[in-house]
Structure formats: C-alpha cells, structure tokens
C-alpha cells in the first residue's frame, strides 16, 4: 500500500517559478510536483495551497489522523501563526516544516518559527529539493 504523504504550502507560494526567482529558484510547484510523483511512485503525493491560515488548519484537520506525513511549507505564517502550531500539535499525523530559503540568512523577523517546536523535523535552505528531502524522511 502507497504511503499517503500530503504536501501543504501556504501564502504566495502558489507563484513560485515567478517571485522572486532570485530567492526561490524558477521552477514552477507543479513542475516539482510531477517530478516528486515520478521519484517516489511507492507514495501517493497531495498537494494543497492557499494564501488563507483558516484554509491551511482546515485541512491540517481534514487529513492530520488519516495520512502518514505531512510536508508543510507555511511560509509567512510560520513567523505569526501560533494557530497552525496549534493545528498540528491537535492531529496525529507527523508534520515535516520546510523551507526553500535558508530563513536564518533572511531578515531576523524570519528566524523563528512558531511550527519548528511542535513539528517532526525542519529542513531549511535546500532550495526546491527541501520538499524531497522531507519525503524521503517519511520513507526512511
């Protein structure tokens, strides 16, 4: 049986490929997406966006007690949402926080997180393959 791994990104990362390549590379989500799915057919990969916390702890709530991980890239919210940490400390599901940027090199108002305490593991600055990584960490 596939393992069910949902991947969960928040605000403005529905322009990736676009904003600010400099930053985030110019590879599109959908893109990576479809090369996720190829390098690790024993998985049944989601994906789920939305530029709204609300929407974002919805579906913690939907998918957090039936799926085997979690890869979730909050984005912004990281830096604010205690109500997401709150969310995933409620569901059973393990959550992996990633991060394309290294946050720490960012400005200091990205250098803490409110998930990293309350989630499995965090991977920070490996660029588009931090979503990789975080899978993997789901097969091993």
Known sequence: MKKKIMIINGPNLNLL?????????????????????????ECELDYFQSNHEGALIDKLHEIG??????????????????????????V????????ISNTFARESFRHH???????????????????????QSFID
């Open 17 to 41: 490929g676009t904003r600010e390549p400099e930053i985030y590379g110019s590879q599109t989500f959908e893109t990576l997406l479809a090369e996720l799915q190829t390098k690790f057919p």
């Open 65 to 90: 007690f039936t799926f085997e991980g979690i890869v979730l890239n909050a984005g912004a919210y990281t830096h604010t949402s205690i109500a997401l940490a709150d969310a995933i400390k409620a």
């Open 92 to 99: 059973k599901t393990p959550v992996i926080e990633v991060h």
């Open 113 to 135: 997180s409110y998930l990293s305490a309350v989630a499995e593991g965090v991977i920070v600055g490996f660029g588009m393959k931090s979503y990789e990584l975080a899978i």
